[in-house]
C-alpha cells in the first residue's frame, strides 16, 4: 500500500474531492487535511503545518500547493495583505519536510496570479468589481509598450481610471506573489523539491501574467533548470496531473499517448482563458502527467481524443454553434469510429471534450450515447477550461491503465458526464434563468438554496434519462450541494450499477490490453 499526501489548492469538489474519488483505491491511500479554508477565508496555516508534519511521516510521495501552504488557497492568494517574512517562513516547511522525510518525493505546484479580463470581485479584490477590465487592459498595454508599442495614451488613461490606491494595492500583490514564486525555484534547485508546475491561471498572450511567466522563465534558465520546471495553462486540474506522473514513476513506467483531434487545424487553435496553441498545451500536460508522447496509435498506450474546433473556441452555454470551425471541419462521426476501433484493439481511450470552454459538447455526448460508448471508454472531461478538461481526461486514463476501470472509476466516469455535459453545459443555465439568478450575483441566498439544489438534481435526472439514456437505467444521482453557495460549481456524487453485459465487455477489453502488452514484451526481446 502507498500512501501520498496531498495539500490540496483550495476546498472545491475538483481539488479536494476529485482526486480521492478517482485514485483512492486498490494499493493506493491518498491523506488531506480534514480542515481547508473556506472561499475567501485562508486556511490556518499552523493546522496545514501540524498535519504535513503528522502526515508525511510515513508518506510515499508529498503533492502540495504552494498557494495553499503560503497563502491558505487560491482566492487568498488574490487577496492577502501579508508581508514577505511571514510568507518565506511558511515557504520554508518544505525545509523540515525534507529534512524529516529524506526519501519522500515532493512534488510542488504553484500559480502565476491571474489577471482576469472582467469586472467582478467574486474572485478579485473589491476594486476589481469596477476596475478589473482596466486592470487587465492596463497590463496588456504595459505589455505590449516594453514589446515596443507606443501605447503611453492608453495607460495614462487606464492609470487615471483605476485610481492609484487600487493599482498601488494590486502591483504590490503582484510583486510579492511574483517574488514568492521566484524563491520557490531555489527550493527546486537544492532538491528540496523533486518537481515543480507553474500552472497559468486563466492565461492570455499578453498581460501582466505574461510579464511575470517571462522573469520566471528567465531565473530558470539562469538555474539550468529547464529540464525540471514546466510552466503551461492549468491550475484546478494540477493535483490530479502530478498525482498520474507519482503513479506513473512508482510504477516505473512512461505510458505512450496518442493524440487523435476531431480536426487537424486545432492543433493551433489558443483556447479561451489561454495564452499558447492547443498543441503545445497538451504536449506539456502529457509531459507533466508522467507520459510520452507518439506520432503512431498503433504504438500507444493511451488514445486521447480531442474535440476542439479549428478556430474561436465559445462558450458551452451558446452551443451548438453554427460556424464552420465547429461543423465543417471537425468530423465527429470518423472520431466515434475511431473510438470503437481503438477500444477493440485495447487501447485506453479518454476524451478531452475541449470543443468549448466551460461545459461539454452535447452534439458529441449524443453520438458516443447513440454508439453505446459512454462507459466503454476509459475517460471523458469537459469542463472550465481546456488544461482542466486535459488534466482530468489524462488522470482518468492513467487510473484505467494501471487499476481497471473499477467501480469507483466508472462513477467518477458518470459524474463527469452529469456534471461536465449535463450541468456545466446545459443545467447551470436552465436552473439559473428559472430562479432568474443572474450572473452578477455572487451567492444564492440561504433561505432557497435547498429549492435550487432540488432542481438542479430534478433537471440532473432528466439529462440523464435523454442525453445519456444508454446508461439511464443503470445509474443514479445521489447528492447535489453547492460548495462555494453559487451556480458556477456544484458537488456532485452519482453511481453506475454495473450491468452483466458492461463487466463482459471489460473484461474482453482487459484481454485485448493484456496481449497488446505481451505482444509489445515479445517485440522488444526480438529487437
Not at 501605447?151 to 503582484?174: F, H, P, T, V, W
Not at 474561436?312 to 476501433?341: G, H, K, W
Not at 452535447?362 to 471508454?377: E, V, Y
Amino acid at each position: 500500500m502507498k500512501k501520498i499526501v496531498l495539500l490540496p489548492l483550495d476546498e472545491r469538489p475538483c481539488n479536494q474531492d476529485f482526486p480521492r474519488r478517482l485514485f483512492a483505491h486498490g494499493d493506493l491511500t491518498i491523506c488531506q487535511p480534514s480542515e481547508l479554508g473556506q472561499y475567501k477565508k485562508p486556511a490556518d496555516f499552523n493546522k496545514l503545518k501540524a498535519f504535513l508534519l503528522e502526515a508525511c511521516r510515513d508518506a510515499d510521495a508529498l503533492i502540495i500547493s504552494l498557494d495553499m501552504l503560503i497563502y491558505g488557497g487560491l482566492i487568498p492568494s488574490r487577496l492577502h495583505h501579508e508581508r514577505l517574512d511571514s510568507l518565506r517562513q511558511r515557504l520554508a516547511l518544505l525545509h523540515d519536510l525534507r529534512t524529516e522525510n529524506p526519501d519522500m518525493l515532493i512534488y510542488g505546484f504553484q500559480c502565476i496570479l491571474r489577471c482576469p479580463d472582467y469586472n467582478s470581485d467574486e474572485e478579485e479584490p473589491d476594486y476589481y468589481e469596477t476596475a478589473g477590465q482596466a486592470i487587465h487592459a492596463l497590463g496588456v498595454a504595459v505589455h505590449r509598450s516594453r514589446l515596443g508599442e507606443k501605447s503611453i495614451r492608453q495607460i495614462a488613461r487606464l492609470r487615471a481610471e483605476i485610481g492609484q490606491e487600487a493599482l498601488n494595492d494590486y502591483i504590490q500583490r503582484r510583486d510579492l506573489n511574483r517574488t514568492l514564486n521566484l524563491e520557490t525555484l531555489k527550493y527546486l534547485e537544492d532538491h528540496t523539491l523533486d518537481a515543480l508546475v507553474i500552472p497559468r491561471d486563466d492565461s492570455q498572450e499578453f498581460g501582466y501574467p505574461a510579464m511575470d511567466e517571462e522573469l520566471i522563465r528567465q531565473e530558470i534558465y539562469t538555474l539550468d533548470m529547464t529540464d525540471r520546471v514546466l510552466i503551461y495553462p492549468g491550475a484546478d486540474e494540477v493535483e490530479l496531473t502530478l498525482l498520474a506522473r507519482i503513479i506513473n514513476q512508482l510504477h516505473s513506467r512512461k505510458p505512450k499517448v496518442y493524440v487523435k483531434y476531431a480536426c487537424d487545424k486545432s492543433r493551433e487553435l489558443i483556447p479561451l482563458y489561454e495564452g499558447c496553441s492547443l498543441e503545445t498545451t497538451i504536449k506539456y500536460h502529457i509531459m507533466s502527467a508522467g507520459f510520452q508522447s507518439t506520432s503512431s496509435y498503433e504504438q500507444a498506450d493511451i488514445v486521447l481524443v480531442i474535440t476542439a474546433p479549428s478556430a474561436s473556441m465559445q462558450e458551452a452555454a451558446f452551443q451548438p454553434a453554427s460556424s464552420a470551425a465547429y461543423t465543417v471541419d471537425r468530423l465527429l462521426a470518423e472520431l466515434i469510429e475511431f473510438i470503437r476501433n481503438r477500444l477493440e484493439e485495447g487501447k485506453v481511450v479518454t476524451i478531452g471534450d475541449d470543443a468549448y470552454a466551460n461545459g461539454g459538447d452535447l452534439d458529441f455526448l449524443h453520438l458516443l450515447n447513440k454508439a453505446d460508448l459512454l462507459m466503454k471508454i476509459d475517460g471523458y472531461a469537459g469542463w472550465n477550461t481546456n488544461a482542466n478538461t486535459l488534466g482530468t481526461a489524462l488522470a482518468e486514463a492513467c487510473d484505467s491503465f494501471y487499476y481497471g476501470k473499477t467501480a469507483q472509476h466508472q462513477d467518477f466516469l458518470l459524474q463527469r458526464y452529469l456534471e461536465d455535459g449535463g450541468y456545466c453545459a446545459k443545467v447551470r443555465q436552465t436552473v439559473s434563468e428559472a430562479f432568474k439568478i443572474r450572473p452578477a450575483e455572487h451567492f444564492i441566498q440561504s433561505d432557497r438554496e435547498a429549492v435550487v439544489c432540488d432542481r438542479i438534481k430534478v433537471s440532473l435526472q432528466q439529462f440523464l434519462t435523454q442525453a445519456l439514456s444508454s446508461i439511464a437505467t443503470v445509474s443514479s444521482i445521489n447528492h447535489v450541494s453547492l460548495p462555494w453557495h453559487r451556480m458556477f460549481e456544484i458537488n456532485l456524487e452519482a453511481t453506475h450499477h454495473a450491468t452483466a453485459g458492461s463487466a463482459d465487455l471489460s473484461a474482453r477489453t482487459e484481454a485485448a490490453r493484456t496481449e497488446a502488452a505481451h505482444s509489445e514484451v515479445a517485440a522488444s526481446a526480438k529487437g
